[in-house]
């Protein structure tokens, strides 16, 4: 089956509204996330500390790490209600959020590690979505795969909160980063889908689900870039 769309100039401009959205949010992960460990009011406020050792998140902290999923269902169900005013605060405040939840990520890994990660997650995310966005394949059928291989990540990932298995934590991060690479396409051609769907002579509502394809490709970047830090990235200790 070929894919076929039309007013191909209009899906570049919101194409690239979609992109310009997901950097900027990532941008501001990545702000609040060395914000957050280079303050130690954030950090006492996120993390259990003693004797200057991190113990475990706060009540707080945990908090913070869970309204992102809030943030999310609130785009899935309540996108169309909302102004675009309040997707750009929800989106921004979304990035925020999920920043401060990341800092981890700069306290258990070497720099050197975080970066080199980021740039192979660049790699993966800028080939596959090339991929998604140029292709004429359907891949429709492709997400009723991947939806299926998430629920079985999900399911996996709570029963090895009660093994503990590192076996199984490596698989699922394998299996994660093939996942999430697969999504990046199905994504990007549903978003360009999508665009198709709506008055495209309406602005605020191109605004509005370039915001909610932003996030999805956001989420897409996260979940690669965290999974390849378990497999690849050098904790500090070692």
């Known amino acids: 089956m070929k894919y076929e769309l039309t007013d191909t100039s209009g899906v570049r401009t919101y194409v690239l509204q979609v992109y310009n959205y997901m950097l900027l949010g990532l941008l501001l992960t990545g702000v609040f996330a060395l914000l957050t460990t280079s303050s130690s009011t954030m950090m006492n ?48 405040l979304y990035s925020s959020l999920m920043g401060i939840s990341l800092s981890s990520v700069l306290l258990i890994y070497t720099g050197e590690s975080v970066v080199s990660t980021i740039f192979i997650a660049v790699s993966i995310f800028g080939f596959m979505s090339l ?16 939806i299926m291989g998430l629920i079985g990540l999900i399911t ?5 909160l009660f093994l ?13 980063v093939i996942i999430f690479t697969g999504f990046v396409a199905f994504d990007i051609q549903r978003i360009k889908s999508i665009y198709n769907t709506y008055n495209i002579n ?26 390849l830090l378990r497999l690849l990235a050098r904790k500090k200790e070692e």
């Open 131 to 146: 991929y998604g966005y140029t292709t004429e394949t359907d891949l429709t059928s492709l997400g009723s795969f991947l």
């Open 45 to 92: 406020l996120i993390y259990v500390i003693h004797d200057d050792r991190i113990i475990n998140i706060s009540p707080f902290g945990w908090l913070v790490s869970l309204a992102p999923l809030s943030i999310a269902l609130a785009f899935s169900f309540g996108l169309p209600k909302f102004s675009v005013v309040t997707a750009q605060v929800l989106f921004w």
């Open 202 to 227: 309406d602005k605020q509502i191109v605004i509005k689900i370039a915001i909610f394809g932003a996030l999805q490709l956001y989420l897409d970047f996260i979940n690669i870039f965290v999974h």
């Open 156 to 160: 996996s990932g709570l029963v090895n």
């Open 164 to 176: 503990s298995s590192t076996a199984l934590d490596f698989a699922i991060s394998v299996v994660a």
